[in-house]
Nanobody, 126 residues
Framework: QVQLVESGGGLVQAGSSLRLSCLAS????????MGWFRQAPGKDREFVAR????????YYADSVKGRFTISRDNAKNTAYLQMNSLKPEDTAVYYC???????????????????WGQGTQVTVSS
């Protein structure tokens, strides 16, 4: 079992930065990959970023590449999403998720992820 709790969301202006955190508990943190997804009102849940167990490999959605950075600190059981140059279209509820399966095929499919946090709201005003 894995429990995930996000924090760090808020209301910011376009061009600003935010850092989201996801604190994990339960199963050994370094034994699973972590992902971030987001969901805007009326839209499907969208892949944002993923990081491997070892912090060595990261994947990003094209829409956030170059602006967002995913990382993890296995000693602190925490994953992060640094979001720079925020745009109004980044407005959504952001969720962290744990992937306890081996490999990384279909890494951008939310169905691959076993455990989810409750979400944190990010609102970017123009």
């Amino acid at each position: 079992q894995v429990q995930l709790v996000e924090s760090g969301g808020g209301l910011v202006q376009a061009g600003s930065s935010l850092r989201l955190s996801c604190l994990a508990s339960g199963r050994t943190f370094s034994s699973y990959a972590m992902g971030w997804f987001r969901q805007a009102p009326g839209k499907d849940r969208e892949f944002v970023a993923r990081i491997s167990r070892s912090n060595m490999t990261a994947y990003y959605a094209d829409s956030v590449k170059g602006r967002f950075t995913i990382s993890r600190d296995n000693a602190k059981n925490t994953a992060y999403l640094q979001m720079n140059s925020l745009k109004p279209e980044d407005t959504a509820v952001y969720y962290c998720a744990a992937d306890t399966s081996p490999g990384a095929s279909n890494y951008n499919n939310y169905r691959r992820y076993d455990y989810w946090g409750q979400g944190t709201q990010v609102t970017v005003s123009s």
